[in-house]
């Protein structure tokens, strides 16, 4: 079977900057691959040669031949009999809100599964991993949730884990003692906060490592960020989706849990050590 082109595009980002000219073109596959240079660079907040020197990478010797060559891949995907079929016609029909909404989270997890550059993923899982980095992970108002489960899951599995908690008004005092040795993971979904933009520009000017999960329009924090993990944001209710960014959140806990497995192993022994004397305290009482 020959090799799509998405999957071109995802195996030939090494670098950071090739990371992210592949997020901007698979993350609104095809319409971003069909603009012109100055638009795909300016969405992958890279230069114009970046983007050319990329599509030259992947073999083609033109700007030009590589949307032919998208336009082909277009039509393939259009006229393929098994794309026709993936669905159910007699499901189309399916009107009540719970199956409609449930079967809008399955295919956006669909799409970000697609869509996502592994590498890039692995960018993140890695930074959260490494044990000389304190993480500090931040959310806005409808994300710190988000922000909150992944604080909350990385802090059983490595030291040095921090929520920053801004509920009652932005504080900007902790970028005090934000440095080289810091990851800062943000949470930042439409409609973006000008105050998270502010922080992460800070930080990143700090010296920080900055990592942002955002939707598919991408935050203005992708301009600082040295890793992006996007997420399309369908629902039926007025009010975005979080249900991917929960499943990337879990994909990433799994991610660092391989990483440094010998160590996650070890914490958690000790973790159910201490509640073990939690329990015998309760006992004597």
């Keep these: 079977m020959t090799e799509s082109l998405t999957s071109r595009i995802k195996a030939g980002a090494v670098s950071a900057a090739e990371r992210k000219v592949a997020a901007a073109l698979i993350g609104a596959y095809p319409t971003a691959a069909l603009g012109t240079v100055e638009a795909i660079a300016l969405r992958a907040k890279v230069s114009a040669p970046t983007v050319l020197r990329f599509v030259a990478k992947l073999g083609f010797a033109r700007f030009a031949d590589f949307q032919a060559e998208v336009l082909q891949d277009v039509e393939r995907r259009l006229g393929s009999p098994l794309q026709q079929m993936t669905r159910d016609p007699a499901e189309e029909g399916a009107d009540h809100v719970y199956r409609r ?63 920053l908690q801004q509920q009652l008004g932005f504080a900007y005092d902790i970028l005090l003692d934000i440095g080289a040795r810091d990851l800062i993971v943000v949470f930042d979904y439409r409609r973006y906060q000008e105050e998270l933009l ?88």
């Design 101 to 163: 909404t449930l079967l809008m989270q399955a295919d956006a997890l669909r799409t970000a599964a697609d869509q996502t550059v592994p590498q890039e993923f692995d960018a993140i899982a890695r930074l959260l991993a490494d044990p000389r980095m304190n993480v500090k992970v931040l959310g806005g108002r409808y994300s710190q949730n988000l922000a909150q489960r992944l604080a909350t899951h990385l802090g059983q599995i490595r030291p040095g884990v921090t929520l």
């Design 198 to 285: 502010t922080f992460a520009a800070e930080a990143k000017r700090s010296g920080a490592k900055l990592c942002l999960m955002t939707d598919i329009w991408r935050s203005p924090i992708a301009e600082h960020a040295d890793a992006i993990l996007t997420s399309p944001d369908a629902s039926a209710s007025p009010f975005g989706s979080r249900v991917v960014p929960t499943a990337q959140i879990e994909a990433l806990i799994a991610a660092v849990v391989e990483l440094r497995r010998e160590e996650v192993r070890d914490r958690f022994a000790r973790i159910e050590e201490l509640r073990g004397l939690g329990a015998r305290k309760d006992d004597d009482a």
